[in-house]
């Protein structure tokens, strides 16, 4: 018989620590209300723009919004300002070459309501990541390079629209 004690003070530890955790508000990053506040949006990127076709896919994911591909139709209109990709040496080593290189990303953007007023000034949101970088591996750090402007490009997408999503129509 006392073999199920201590089975049974693991099981009410756990429900304990459970409502522990849910109760202090804890939640997972990707688990926030990103709910924008516009019925409709329209966002002034290419068609051929990765970062505008990912932000695409997490408005729709979301889907409280509805993108739409004229600004006069829409409540919310996201202006691409610029969005840029730089590619600078770190660093060198003893003879010369290339050791490190720093990659960023910037994208600077602004947000205005249907009757064009401004609901968010021009924003600039600036990315760097660092890369180790060796001659001899060319081709395994372009694959590098790639998923570094990748992982910056979901981070991008993510800052925006938390940025977004606590605008406050008038």
């Known amino acids: ?5 201590p089975a049974l003070l693991k099981y009410i530890l756990g429900l304990l620590l459970a409502a522990l955790l849910s109760a202090c508000g804890f939640h997972l990053r990707g688990a ?3 709910a924008l506040p516009f019925k409709t ?12 076709n990912s932000l695409k896919r997490n408005i ?3 889907g409280s919004t509805v993108i739409v591909t004229d600004a006069r139709d829409a409540e919310g209109i996201l202006d691409v300002l610029s969005e840029t990709r730089e590619k600078s040496v770190l660093s060198l080593n003893n003879q010369g070459r290339v050791r490190e290189y720093t990659l960023a990303y910037a ?3 602004r947000v205005r309501d249907g009757k064009n007023n401004e609901l968010l000034a021009p924003t600039e949101i600036r990315l760097t990541r660092d890369m180790n970088y060796d001659d001899t ?9 790639a998923m570094l402007y ?13 940025r977004m999503s606590a605008i406050r129509p008038q």
């Not at 329209?42 to 970062?51: N, P, V």
Request: aromatic share 8%; hydrophobic share 40%; proline share 0%.
């Open 1 to 5: 018989m006392t073999s199920g004690r």
């Open 32 to 34: 926030a209300d990103m």
């Open 41 to 52: 949006i329209y966002l002034g990127f290419a068609d051929t723009s990765t970062l505008g």
């Open 60 to 62: 729709r994911g979301a």
């Open 107 to 109: 994208f600077r953007f």
């Open 137 to 145: 591996q060319t081709l395994a750090k372009e694959g590098e390079e």
């Open 150 to 162: 990748r992982d910056m490009q979901n981070d991008l997408v993510q800052q925006i629209l938390r």
